[in-house]
């Protein structure tokens, strides 16, 4: 029996050098990459996507089974183009968008929204539901999803949302994808927005029950490659997930 893949939580703090570890973990995944399967690196933002895809370029050639983007044109790509149609959750024809809605409360909301799915309208807060609930619901379609995927990373993990968080266990649990997840748990930008009076407390968001989950590995970047010792010491008084240390570069004099 096939050892079961445990994804790796990877814990650092501002200025540990996230991109770069995601980047020199890529580069180290790339000879074991098979053909007919895929790296993803999901991002949160765009500037995000292209700051990678251009780091990424500086050291290799990208192969055309690499995935570099942000988790909503993931979830199109490798879930909702598949199987969305086949499923019968979506119709023939779809634009995803964003679509503003005016309702009392949020049952009358989901259902405009799925109304407006059903005429090939996707708000881009439906792709993660319609995404999630494709995997929960057919254990066929997280099993092809993960064989396709044979690596993914998730970059500024503190971002997702428990629906995302969701999808990216129901993929562990096919055990067939090597997941690498990263970031702060200090840090939060992404979940702060679209909540309204729904906000959660820090030990409910994702990347807290990651940390606690006994089905996810921990490694930590306690390097600080930005900040003077100052500032570290400011920042370890306040910030609770790790504690940073001053990255030391050693001068080695040129003896001529």
């Known amino acids: 029996m096939a050892k079961k893949l445990k994804p790796t939580l990877v814990i650092a703090g501002p200025g540990a050098g996230k991109t770069h570890y995601i980047i020199e973990k890529v580069m180290h995944r790339l000879p074991l990459l098979e053909h007919h399967r895929f790296l993803a690196v999901i991002t949160y933002t765009n500037s995000a996507t292209n700051e990678i895809k251009e780091r990424l370029m500086k050291k290799t050639v990208i192969p055309p ?6 988790i909503h044109s993931f979830l199109v790509r490798f879930i909702l183009k598949p199987f969305g149609v086949v499923q019968g959750v979506l119709p023939e024809q779809v634009v995803y968008k964003d679509v503003s809605i005016k309702a009392n409360d949020r049952k009358e909301e989901n259902i405009i929204k799925n109304n407006i799915v059903k005429k090939g309208v996707v708000p881009y807060e439906k792709i993660v539901s319609l995404s999630s609930n494709l995997l929960k619901e057919n254990k066929r379609i997280r099993e092809l999803v993960s064989q396709r995927l044979q690596f993914l990373f998730v970059d500024e993990f503190q971002d997702a949302n428990s629906g995302q968080f969701n999808i990216f266990e129901e993929i562990r649990k096919a055990s067939a994808t090597e997941m690498y997840f990263v970031g702060d748990p200090e840090q939060s930008i992404m979940t702060f927005q679209n909540q309204g009076g729904q906000i959660q ?44 240390q001053k990255t030391i570069n050693i001068i080695i004099p040129i003896i001529k």
């Open 65 to 70: 089974n690499v995935f570099i983007g942000t």
């Open 201 to 244: 407390t820090l030990d409910k968001r994702p990347i807290y029950k990651a940390i606690n989950s006994g089905t996810i590995d921990k490694e930590y970047l306690d390097s600080n490659n930005r900040s003077s010792l100052t500032i570290i010491d400011f920042i370890n008084n306040f910030h609770t997930s790790i504690i940073q």
